[in-house]
């Protein structure tokens, strides 16, 4: 199996700061991209930023210039720092991985969703 699992959210006032991880485990041989979407109620789940295995970021326009996506490589785990926060960024925050499995699952590519971690911005 492979697991992700997320970390970190929390309630903060709007202009405050959060910083979630997410780690993957489990029959990994590679991690090629990660990365954080969001989601409320009722709306589609939207991308918030992905990483490359290289460190490159992307980031949506709504994020660009307050979050900073990072990933340490041997650890497996993401990060997502969050600055100036809006209420508006309140959402479930998901952690995904394009994860190329080991030889117990068959060494397969494909992607791994965490479960969510909830992050609450009040006015």
């Known amino acids: 199996q492979v697991q992700l699992v997320e970390s970190g959210g929390d309630l903060v006032q709007a202009g405050g700061s959060l910083r979630l991880s997410c780690a993957a485990s489990?029959?990994?041989?590679?991690?090629?991209?990660m990365g954080w979407y969001r989601q409320v109620p009722g709306k589609q789940r939207e991308l918030v930023a992905t990483?490359?295995?290289?460190?490159?970021?992307n980031y949506a326009d709504s994020v660009l210039g307050r979050f900073v996506i990072s990933r340490d490589n041997p650890k497996k785990t993401v990060y997502l720092q969050m600055n100036s926060l809006k209420p508006e960024d309140t959402a479930v925050y998901y952690c995904?991985?394009?994860?190329?499995?080991?030889?117990?699952?068959?060494?397969?590519?494909?992607?791994?969703w965490g479960r969510g971690t909830q992050v609450t911005v009040s006015s």
């Open positions: 489990g029959s990994i041989f590679s991690i090629f991209d």
């Open positions: 990483i490359s295995k290289g460190g490159i970021g």
């Open positions: 995904k991985a394009d994860v190329y499995t080991g030889a117990e699952l068959g060494h397969r590519r494909g992607d791994y």
